[in-house]
């Protein structure tokens, strides 16, 4: 089992076998930032100046360009793939 896990991690720092990344615009990548800090679609609404049901559509498209499940399944595939960050 540790090798496989080895063999995975060493994959996916490699560029020539990971996978390539999902393009995301920058409006779902700020909208999945704020949502990774936990805000609400509406305090992410606030802090993008955009309406609650905007936010909704950023995340659904990010969440379907990352193929996630829910919205913190995005958050965290984008996350562990650097397209968002904690900076």
């Known amino acids: 089992m540790e090798r496989s896990a080895t063999l ?13 990344q999902p393009k995301l615009t920058p409006r779902q990548r700020e909208a999945l930032y704020f ?3 936990g805000l609400t679609n509406k305090g992410i609404a ?3 100046t955009i309406t609650p049901e905007t936010v909704k559509k950023h995340l659904t498209d990010a969440r379907i ?11 965290f595939i984008a996350a562990s793939t650097g397209l968002i960050s904690a900076h």
Do not use: G, S, Y
């Open 8 to 20: 995975v991690k060493k994959n996916l720092n490699n560029p020539i076998t990971r996978p390539p």
């Open 46 to 48: 606030r802090k993008m």
């Open 65 to 75: 360009a990352l193929q996630a499940t829910n919205r913190t399944h995005a958050v």
């Open 35 to 37: 949502a990774a800090l």
